[in-house]
């Protein structure tokens, strides 16, 4: 039974377990911010937070750079030559072995150009060919034709 001269030393007993509580609560918090923040130079809770948003601005100015260099990047592959198809052919039944080529180089536009190259005994003979979206303003070989649909088909 408790009597009335013991509940002033109750309430006393509480209170310093309550506080030892609350001491040991703040140390153990003081103890995980120090872990936290170790090595940072900051002197308060707002200059930290200034920090971090300080460095995510500059991770999205980064991130924005990136993004732009992709996209010019993007832009100059697009443009590349990326498509290539060969045929090897014979154009002269006097001249042995395939050593005549027509070879078609495409973007992925499917625009470019197209060599061909017709050997003959006496002597070798070039001609290149612009292409735009497939098609050529001088006329193309079966050969040609044949090259630039090897290409168009690794597109």
């Known amino acids: 039974?408790?009597?009335g001269s013991d509940i002033p030393f109750i309430f006393?007993?509480?209170?310093?377990?309550l506080g030892a509580v609350s001491l040991l609560w703040f140390i153990v918090l003081e103890w995980r911010l120090r872990k936290l923040f170790r090595g940072q130079n900051?002197?308060?809770f707002e200059g930290l937070i200034r920090e971090i948003i300080g460095e995510l601005e500059r991770s999205a100015k980064k991130s924005d750079d990136v993004d732009r260099t992709l996209e010019h990047i993007e832009t100059r592959l697009r443009q590349s030559a990326q498509n290539f198809?060969?045929?090897r052919f014979n154009p002269y039944s006097d001249?042995?072995?395939?050593?005549s080529f027509a070879l078609a180089v495409l973007n992925e536009h499917k625009s470019g150009f197209v060599i061909s190259s017709l050997f003959h005994r006496d002597?070798?003979?070039?001609?290149a060919k612009p292409i735009?979206?497939?098609?050529s303003t001088y006329p193309l070989s079966a050969?040609?034709?044949e090259a630039i649909d090897h290409a168009l088909a690794r597109h």
């Open 1 to 3: 039974m408790i009597r």
């Open 12 to 17: 006393s007993i509480a209170a310093l377990t």
């Open 42 to 44: 900051v002197r308060s």
């Open 85 to 87: 198809g060969l045929v």
């Open 95 to 99: 001249a042995g072995g395939d050593q």
């Open 123 to 127: 002597g070798t003979r070039i001609y």
């Open 132 to 135: 735009a979206r497939g098609e």
């Open 143 to 145: 050969e040609e034709h």
